[in-house]
């Protein structure tokens, strides 16, 4: 039995579609109209306790709404969801206790008052233990560099310092789960660092279980060994970082100066481009190509100044997967 | 229960704290909810200086009757301004929050957020109204009558509580009912000022059976200050505490009913 379980869930809303101008907004006020909205369909996974899983997908495809689930504040129509022996939307109580959830986009700090203040708040509500609380708080301070501001005015803070504060305070519990929601949306480059560098720490030595819905990939390729991609309700991929580079990841591209104009033969599978300076470029799909025996052709045949091989970065290759889904539908 | 004593105290303490970081404005916030509210008595007083009395009471009856309902808002508003809010906490993904952590919904709305300002501007003003009315209405304060005043303004906190919750559910289902509160309570308010007597048949049984603010204020002063208008039984003077824990209850089970459906608002 797994940590987590999701098996066949859905989840459909019921919206209220809006009829343009004045005689519409009449007619929808004494004939609303519904809509079925299927935001997840018939999702299923299982996560591992201690797994760092990276949740991806377009705006609107769902991943919210899974996450929601998962913590307990949405009902599935359909499907089984069980978390540590909970089902979360029935054992609310005893569940939230045990999981922690840092929504990137909504703070759960109290705006007018010094950090520490809202972390004291917190420590009433979950009941956390003197010794517990006070070597969460220590440890956590020191990880992310808190000390400076912790007395400080949340709405002084910046955004950077704002988002570290709100990872402490969903953490303070000791929780066994944690949901990260865009945790470093609007973040500077270095602040985005820590987080993250403070993520893996957190995943790696306590052994916590995580999942994490990101729009940037860097997050995931930080922090999460496994990824599962959402799109349109439909999950399109689950399994190892590395393997969808594989999977997908099989475009490559050889970029060679030459040191004098020269013509070229037609290679088969492979598209050359001319490029200025008496460059050109190959791109090829490695598993139709062998690089080695087109660049002993290459290298064998003529004078070359410099090459240089790239493969597509991973939000190429998410993007190529998202539109392909479009594509088949 | 200890545990959960020192989370009401921390929720407080949390509470004024915010408070305090606005002293000015909070005082000056008070002040302007008390001289609105302040106002109104005003126009009546001077409008009674005329007229003498308002089918048969006299300023300083007209007064207390006042000072039930700015006494009873002025307590509810410390325990319900989450459920006055509530439309904005769902709208906004607050309440998300609220199912994030392990106590209760109800609970946490109630203890999280008190509109001080609003409690010590209404209550301010009851309090006021009460002392310049109380010692010339002819009530006598013995044990049973000051027993009495006690229950009943509990019994006028847990009508308007119920009102509150009942509001707060709906919003639930519809996300918006701030004209809904706008049309039955602040308007019904208005009719409450005074004697249901001088009012249409039709008003009167809206004011007891429909939107209760005859129990708020009109027959627990009828009680005390038996005036001849009175056209009622005499049971309806002491119903209030139970009408007030009945429709509490009511409210309370609609919103155990009406959480099930909650739908979060999506980011």
């Known amino acids: 039995m797994s940590f987590i379980e999701v098996k066949n869930v859905s989840k459909t809303f019921k919206v209220s579609r809006r009829r343009a101008g004045a005689i519409g907004a009449a007619a929808n006020f004494f004939v609303p109209k519904f809509e079925k909205k299927e935001a997840v369909k018939n999702i299923s996974f299982n996560i591992e306790k201690g797994e760092a899983v990276g949740f991806i997908g377009p705006n609107g495809a769902g991943k919210s709404t899974t996450v929601k689930m998962l913590s307990g504040i949405l009902h599935p129509n359909s499907g089984e969801i069980k978390v540590g022996g909970y089902i979360p939307y029935k054992q609310r109580k005893a569940y939230v206790g045990k999981i922690g959830v840092v929504f990137g986009q909504k703070s759960q700090l109290q705006w007018d008052l010094p950090v520490i203040d809202s972390f004291e708040l917190l420590k009433a509500i979950y009941s956390v233990p003197d010794d517990v609380y006070r070597k969460n708080l220590e440890r956590f301070t020191e990880m992310l560099d808190m000390s400076g501001f912790i007395g400080q005015p949340v709405r002084q803070l910046s955004l950077g310092q704002r988002m570290r504060a709100d990872i402490v305070a969903a953490l303070l519990h000791s929780p066994e789960i944690v949901f990260f929601d865009e945790p470093t949306i609007g973040v500077d480059v270095v602040g985005k660092e820590t987080i993250r560098a403070f993520i893996r720490e957190l995943n790696r030595q306590d052994g916590v279980t995580m999942i994490f819905t990101t729009h940037d990939m860097r997050d995931i390729e930080k922090t999460c060994r496994r990824l599962i991609i959402i799109n349109e309700g439909e999950k399109i991929y689950d399994g190892a970082l590395s393997a969808l580079r594989e999977m997908y990841g099989t475009t490559r591209r050889l970029e060679v100066a030459f040191s004098e104009k020269v013509d070229l033969p037609g290679f088969e599978n492979v598209t050359v481009e001319n490029l200025e300076n008496n460059k050109k470029r190959f791109t090829f799909e490695n598993n139709k190509v062998q690089i080695n025996e087109l660049m002993n052709r290459i290298l064998g045949e003529y004078n070359v100044r410099d090459i240089n091989i790239s493969e597509p970065d991973i939000e190429t290759i998410i993007q190529k997967i998202y539109t392909k889904k479009e594509a088949e539908i | ?267």
């Open chain 2, 1 to 267: 229960m200890k545990d959960v004593l020192h989370l009401m105290s921390m929720y407080t303490k949390t509470t004024a704290k915010a408070w305090f970081q606005y002293r000015v404005d909070a005082v000056l916030k008070s002040l302007a909810v008390f001289l609105r509210e302040a106002t109104g008595i005003i126009v009546i007083w001077f409008t009674l200086m005329k007229f003498d009395n308002i089918n048969g009471w006299n300023i300083y009856e007209m007064v207390f009757l006042f000072s039930l309902l700015f006494l009873t808002y002025g307590i509810m508003i410390i325990f319900f301004t989450g459920l006055r809010d509530f439309g904005n906490t769902v709208r906004s993904g607050s309440f998300d929050r609220f199912i994030l952590r392990p106590r209760g919904l109800l609970f946490q709305i109630i203890f999280v957020n008190s509109d001080w300002f609003a409690a010590l501007g209404h209550g301010g003003l009851g309090i006021t109204l009460f002392l310049i009315s109380a010692w010339k209405v002819g009530i006598n304060w013995s044990l049973t009558n000051a027993l009495y005043y006690i229950f009943t303004i509990a019994g006028g906190v847990l009508i308007q509580g119920a009102v509150f919750l009942t509001l707060a559910t709906l919003n639930i289902f519809m996300l918006q009912t701030n004209s809904l509160k706008e049309l039955l309570y602040w308007n019904m308010r208005k009719f409450a000022g005074y004697p249901i007597s001088i009012f249409n048949k039709a008003i009167q049984i809206f004011m007891i059976y429909v939107m209760p603010f005859a129990f708020v204020n009109y027959f627990p002063a009828q009680f005390l200050l038996r005036k001849s208008d009175m056209s009622y039984s005499e049971i309806y003077m002491y119903l209030t505490p139970i009408v007030g824990t009945v429709m509490y209850l009511a409210a309370y089970l609609f919103w155990r009913f009406g959480i099930r459906f909650y739908k979060s608002s999506g980011n």
